[in-house]
């Protein structure tokens, strides 16, 4: 590890070029002289460096000169101290397979992906520690939060956790990622980050769904709060910190999501409460819902790891089940009574 994690990095790449990968490419832009970003769609990238714009997934936000989007994942890797990957969790593994050899063996490798592989059940930093040789193991972290894009780019006060096993790890990606309105804490919790800002996105598609169906704001507030619950459990279960689940992966993320209007998963659980079919909202929207691959992960630990997550369940029987949303509420409603610590 680098002896002063203050010192800033000579270089920086981020590989994905959704909503988030953009808009952190922009304000790593404020520190860095070049911010290579890897874009998937190679009519994408050249229109990106054309208009200076993501019209897909960040439309009206002016990308800097610095950030220099490419098609090739040699071109935006090579020589990088630091690489952030910000992917959709189903394509995670095929384009770390891809990069890894363009790694620098010395560099700094995050993954800001939200989400859960499905059929192996692992989280993105199991999948780095899986695909990368070992010497780059404890140069590896996450990074989460409560984060609209489009909120940190227009320059709105943001935080988020940046988390790796070693301390230092974690510090030297924090102080190369803060920017003016960016504010990056340090924490040694990876798991716990990653499960936090991973199922938060399962409940709040049931967030949507409540207030779809107008059920109030009490309804709001009972789904966070057991919703986090569930969470913390599961976390537990899995060895991560009780604390994480109280901070910005955990509680910060969960009430965003649940309650913010750019949230897309949110916006899918209103369109299933109006009646939408699932399929047919996926169509319509290019942004990937992490919260509907992260549902059938989730369920899959849940199972794993005997927990009971009784939100995240019923989320699955409406989304792969065809239960109906009302119904799935009045089955959480009418669940045996507890006392609220089990």
């Known amino acids: 590890m680098r002896e002063d994690p203050e010192a ?3 270089s920086v790449a981020v590989v994905g070029a959704g909503a988030w990968g953009t808009g952190l490419a922009v304000i790593l832009a404020e520190r860095y002289a070049r911010v290579p970003l890897w874009v ?3 009519d994408l990238a050249a229109g990106m460096e054309r208009t200076r714009e993501n019209h897909l997934y960040l439309p009206g936000i002016q990308i800097p000169p610095a950030v220099q989007p490419t098609p090739f994942l040699a071109a935006a890797l090579a020589g990088q101290r630091l690489a952030i990957f910000v992917v959709p969790s189903h394509g995670f ?3 770390l397979e891809q990069a890894r050899a363009h790694l620098d063996p010395g560099a700094l490798v995050v993954s800001a ?3 859960i592989e499905v059929g192996s059940l692992y989280t993105m930093s199991r999948i780095m520690y899986d695909l990368l040789p070992s010497p780059q193991h404890r140069r590896l972290a996450v990074l989460s939060g409560p984060s609209f894009a489009r909120e940190v780019v227009s320059g709105r006060p943001t935080a988020v956790v940046a988390a790796a096993e070693d301390g230092g790890v974690a510090r030297a990606v924090q102080h190369a990622v803060s920017g003016n309105a960016l504010r990056v804490y340090a924490g040694t919790d ?3 980050v990653e499960l936090g800002g991973a199922v938060k996105n399962v409940i709040a598609i049931a967030a949507g769904v409540v207030d779809g169906l107008g059920l109030g704001s009490n309804a709001r507030a009972a789904l966070i709060t057991r919703g986090l619950a569930e969470i913390t459990r599961l976390g537990l279960a899995m060895g991560a910190q009780a604390g994480t689940f109280a901070g910005l992966a955990g509680m910060g993320d969960l009430i965003l999501t649940c309650t913010g209007d750019l949230s897309r998963n949110r916006l899918l659980g209103l ?3 109006r009646g939408t079919p699932l399929d047919e909202h996926l169509a319509k929207s290019r942004a990937v819902a992490e919260g509907v691959n992260t549902c059938r ?3 899959g630990l849940a199972g794993r790891h005997g927990v009971e997550m009784p939100i995240c369940h019923a989320v699955h029987r409406v989304l792969f089940e065809g239960q109906d949303p009302r119904e799935a509420v009045v089955q959480l409603m009418t669940r045996e009574l ?3 610590s089990d």
């Open 8 to 10: 800033p990095l000579p």
């Open 338 to 340: 507890r006392f609220e």
């Open 40 to 42: 998937f769609e190679a």
């Open 297 to 299: 992960s989730t369920v």
């Open 93 to 95: 593994r095929a384009v």
């Open 190 to 192: 990876p798991l716990g």
């Open 113 to 115: 992906t939200k989400g």
């Open 271 to 273: 369109a299933l409460a």
